[in-house]
T-cell receptor, first 114, second 112 residues
Framework: KAGVTQTPRYLIKTRGQQVTLSCSPISGHRSVSWYQQTPGQGLQFLFEYFSETQRNKGNFPGRFSGRQFSNSRSEMNVSTLELGDSALYLC?????????????FGQGTRLTVV | SQKIEQNSEALNIQEGKTATLTCNYTNYSPAYLQWYRQDPGRGPVFLLLIRENEKEKRKERLKVTFDTTLKQSLFHITASQPADSATYLCALDHNAGNMLTFGGGTRLMVKP
């Protein structure tokens, strides 16, 4: 079956702009989580959506937001981009979002803010 | 706050030897701990999950231990191969949905 698909793979934006990233989870998976990965901070949890509701949220400013649709596809949005938002953004899906389950990651979207 | 640490220095070993990676955590008592492998430019791939009441878990050439007293997990790759070269990440499972706290990862280089 198809894996987690993230689009676009690469993105270049200018400071102050906003950006929307998309994630299609594995078919049948209802939980989608987003992570930011940078060389300095590593992999950091942004938020998790389950059945269209945000269930968990990491320690990021309100400029970072997301949503999940009824088909479990998810989007995350970053407004008023800053240079420090340059990172690899990873989406992970899991079947039912309970603990004790593995997360399946997409290939990520590489965002560069100039 | 919770802290999870992995040796940030790269681990270089010879092919055929056993690689041992360490993951230490503080200020938290996770019920589960997960290990992932990440190759450059790709998302992490799940390897193993171990529960707090499991001292050891194995999968083929991989072995994970979980010592809740020491607050430490060890990840072993036996008979290592150059194809095992990658960054290995440990992650605390918060027992609250699909939310993981990752360590910084350890880069493993297996030389032929």
């Amino acid at each position: 079956k198809a894996g987690v698909t993230q689009t676009p793979r690469y993105l270049i934006k200018t400071r102050g702009q906003q950006v929307t990233l998309s994630c299609s989870p594995i078919s049948g998976h209802r939980s989608v989580s987003w992570y930011q990965q940078t060389p300095g901070q590593g992999l950091q949890f942004l938020f998790e959506y389950f059945s269209e509701t945000q269930r968990n949220k990491g320690n990021f400013p309100g400029r970072f937001s997301g949503r999940q649709f009824s088909n479990s596809r998810s989007e995350m949005n970053v407004s008023t981009l800053e240079l420090g938002d340059s990172a690899l953004y990873l989406c992970a899906s899991s079947k039912d979002g309970y603990t004790n389950t593995e997360a399946f990651f997409g290939q990520g979207t590489r965002l560069t803010v100039v | 706050s919770q802290k999870i640490e992995q040796n940030s220095e790269a681990l270089n070993i010879q092919e055929g030897k056993t690689a041992t990676l360490t993951c230490n955590y503080t200020n938290y008592s996770p019920a589960y701990l997960q290990w992932y492998r990440q190759d450059p430019g790709r998302g992490p791939v799940f390897l193993l999950l171990i529960r707090e009441n499991e001292k050891e878990k194995r999968k083929e050439r991989l072995k994970v231990t979980f010592d809740t007293t020491l607050k430490q997990s060890l990840f072993h790759i036996t008979a290592s191969q150059p194809a095992d070269s990658a960054t290995y990440l440990c992650a605390l499972d918060h027992n609250a949905g699909n939310m993981l706290t990752f360590g910084g990862g350890t880069r493993l280089m297996v030389k032929p």
